[in-house]
């Protein structure tokens, strides 16, 4: 693994089901981030971790959780998705809190999710 | 409110230069990023102004004033490969990143 990785690619998933997104990175970042990309919205935050054993609440944390039990990972999960949630989801990471310490993001590819 | 502006669409011609404009009403300013994100990839990084002035980096140099909220994007010497969106991006209250909703830059030959 290289950098910043997401699975999957790409999903269709009907409303109603619960879905996990994975992120995984390797450079070891402290902080990580969800962000969802809606053409002409740009990018919204969703949530974050600061460090291992700690999550926050982005703009628009409804119908999304996360957990962060180490460093590498930072899974988002859908409980009961929703066509409003179709969007492409990007994971991020820095070394330590983007905010505080002017650190560059670097992104996953993103998954491209479509909610029927 | 929190807000960050930047022009929907630009159009320029190659060999040119460019300067794409962002305005922020941020509150825990700590910063304003610029990223490059191609069609249908994720954002790459392009740079950071915490202080007011002029950052160059090859052929992108970005500018920052934080008295009037505002800052720029520079790009010279426009090749074909620089057509993409460039996102504005500044802190919040939260110390995370706001994002304006990105300039999608159109080079012509």
């Known amino acids: 693994i290289a950098g910043i990785t997401q699975a999957p690619t790409s999903q269709i998933l009907a409303a109603g089901r619960r879905m996990t997104l994975r992120c995984t990175q390797d450079m070891r970042h402290n902080a990580m981030y969800w962000y969802r990309q809606d053409l002409g919205l740009g990018l919204r935050l969703i949530h974050y971790?600061?460090?291992?054993?700690?999550?926050g609440k982005g703009e628009v944390p409804d119908g999304y959780s996360v957990s962060r039990a180490n460093t590498d990972d930072f899974p988002l999960t859908l409980a009961s998705a929703v066509p409003s949630q179709t969007s492409v989801y990007f994971c991020?990471?820095?070394?330590?809190?983007?905010?505080?310490?002017?650190?560059?993001?670097?992104f996953g590819p993103g998954t491209r999710l479509t909610v029927l | 409110g929190q807000n960050i502006d930047q022009p929907t669409e630009m159009t320029a011609t190659e060999g040119a230069i460019v300067q794409i404009n962002c305005t922020y009403q941020?509150?825990?300013?700590?910063?304003l990023f610029w990223y490059q994100q191609h069609a249908g990839e994720a954002p790459t990084f392009l740079s950071y102004?915490?202080l007011d002035g002029l950052e160059e980096k090859g052929r992108f140099s970005s500018f920052l004033s934080r008295s009037k909220g505002y800052s720029y994007l520079l790009l010279k010497e426009l090749q074909m490969k620089d057509s993409a969106s460039y996102l504005c991006a500044s802190t919040d209250s939260n110390y995370q990143l706001i994002w304006g909703a990105g300039t999608k830059l159109i080079i012509k030959p």
């Open positions: 991020a990471s820095s070394d330590s809190p983007v905010g505080t310490s002017g650190n560059e993001q670097f």
């Open positions: 941020t509150s825990g300013f700590n910063g």
């Open positions: 102004n915490v």
């Open positions: 971790s600061n460090t291992a054993g700690t999550t």
